[in-house]
């Protein structure tokens, strides 16, 4: 992964927008954005693959909710999940969930679902995927402060805790960038 300032990695031949977008593509885990209503605005084809769908059918899955693809003996765990995590209470949660596959099966998953804040607002949900070799769990993290009296996770640039640490571009569902959001490295220092 790349760190440090972008306009270098320009300057030296890497544009970070296309790195950004081709390990997205790439990645061997399911990855999909969500807008905080849930509904789905992007997937990687490794999404698309887990639940199903062929790599060039992942378009299938651009519209409906992440909600669509949880089972009702879930649901409840996923929703207070999500509550959480646009509420700021949370700074990322991971679940071991059951979810719906194309012809209708279920799938054991393990889910870890991150909330990207702009100007101090929840702005889109990430959402990873990958099959699940034990039973059911949550694990989630909240933010928790370091010897200076700072949060060492879950804060912005702004200062604000429930915010995520990483920078990370988003796209639409056309593959244009949106936005960087949070400019700031894992330290929580500004690029």
Not at 57 to 74: E, V
Not at 88 to 113: A, K, N, P, W, Y
Request: with cysteine.
């Amino acid at each position: 992964m790349c760190c440090g300032n972008p306009s270098l990695y320009r300057a030296g031949g890497l544009d970070i927008d296309v790195a950004y977008r081709s390990g997205f593509m790439m990645a061997s885990m399911g990855i999909a954005y969500a807008g905080v209503d849930g509904t789905i605005l992007e997937v990687n084809p490794a999404f698309a693959t887990m639940l199903g769908y062929s790599a060039d059918q992942r378009h299938k899955l651009i519209g409906r909710t992440l909600f669509s693809l949880t089972t009702p003996q879930d649901m409840q765990n996923t929703l207070k999940a999500v509550s959480r995590l646009l509420s700021g209470e949370l700074t990322h949660t991971t679940l071991t969930e059951h979810c719906i596959r194309q012809d209708g099966s279920s799938g054991f998953f393990s889910v870890e679902m991150n909330c990207l804040w702009k100007n101090n607002k929840a702005h889109c949900i990430v959402c990873f995927i990958r099959p699940a070799d034990e039973g059911p769990q949550t694990r989630q993290s909240m933010p928790s402060m370091d010897a200076m009296g700072g949060y060492n996770q879950g804060m912005s640039a702004q200062g604000m805790p429930g915010m995520p640490m990483q920078g990370i571009p988003i796209s639409d569902s056309m593959g244009g960038q949106m936005s960087h959001l949070n400019q700031v490295n894992m330290n929580g220092k500004p690029y």
